[in-house]
């Protein structure tokens, strides 16, 4: 299972709306709607912000969201804060009972 | 509230075990899945592995001849053993809850293990 794909970086000013992609296969992201995505904010435990493509656990800001078409999931920031600043990941439960993570993005607020 | 944290070595030589221990407070570790991810420096992340409380397990096919997971129900703990390491092994080591083994909803702190002579 290949590692899914996403952008090295993106970035925005404070207020804009930043989309993370994560791209697979038909066989994978086009299959199973069991996307979930990671914070990793530097020197603290990585966060879930979104399961099954686009729930918000209890406790993130509404201003982060998921969605999926196709073979490609991805996660809004709209309204971007200083906050936001973090590495994040895409990861997939798939059908041979494994997990795989995307690539990872590093989001940077200008 | 429930959390986990990482404890073991931060330093193992080369073709040994690598061992960690994960120690959940907070709750039972009980009808929950439970796991390891780790991330080299510079790289992504890499799921190693779970456990569920009933004892069964499933690992990443690229490691899976190295790896075991275990849990201690009686001490609330689950551990990590990766076998014969190499310089690649070199990461922060994270424990993890898995719900209904669809995604990771609490992580640890994570421990970094460096693996050199």
């Known amino acids: 299972q290949s590692a899914l794909t996403q952008p090295p970086s993106v970035s925005g000013s404070p207020g804009q709306s930043v989309t993370i992609s994560c791209t697979g296969t038909s066989s994978d992201v086009g299959s199973y709607n069991l996307v979930s995505w990671y914070q990793l904010p530097p020197g603290t435990a990585p966060k879930l912000m979104i399961y099954e493509v686009n729930n918000r656990p209890s406790g993130v800001p509404d201003r982060f969201s998921g969605s999926k078409s196709g073979n490609t999931a991805s996660l809004t920031i709209s309204g971007l804060q200083a906050e936001d600043e973090a590495d994040y990941y895409c990861s997939l439960y798939t059908g041979s009972s494994t997990f795989v993570f995307g690539t990872g993005t590093k989001v940077t607020v200008l | 509230q429930v959390q986990l944290q990482e404890s073991g070595p931060g330093l193992v030589k080369p073709s040994e075990t690598l061992s960690l221990t994960c120690t959940v407070s907070?709750?039972?570790?009980?009808?929950?899945?439970w796991g390891w991810i780790r991330q080299p420096p510079g790289k992504g992340l890499e799921w190693i592995g779970y456990?569920?409380?009933?004892?069964?397990?499933n690992y990443n096919p690229s490691l899976k001849s190295r790896v075991t997971i275990s849990m201690d129900t009686s001490r609330n703990q689950f551990s990590l053993q990766l076998s014969s390491v190499t310089a690649a092994d070199t990461a922060v080591y994270y424990c993890v809850r898995v719900v209904q083994l669809m995604y990771f909803d609490l992580w640890g702190r994570g421990t970094l293990v460096t693996v050199s002579s």
């Open positions: 456990i569920y409380s009933s004892g069964s397990t």
């Open positions: 907070g709750g039972s570790i009980n009808t929950y899945y």
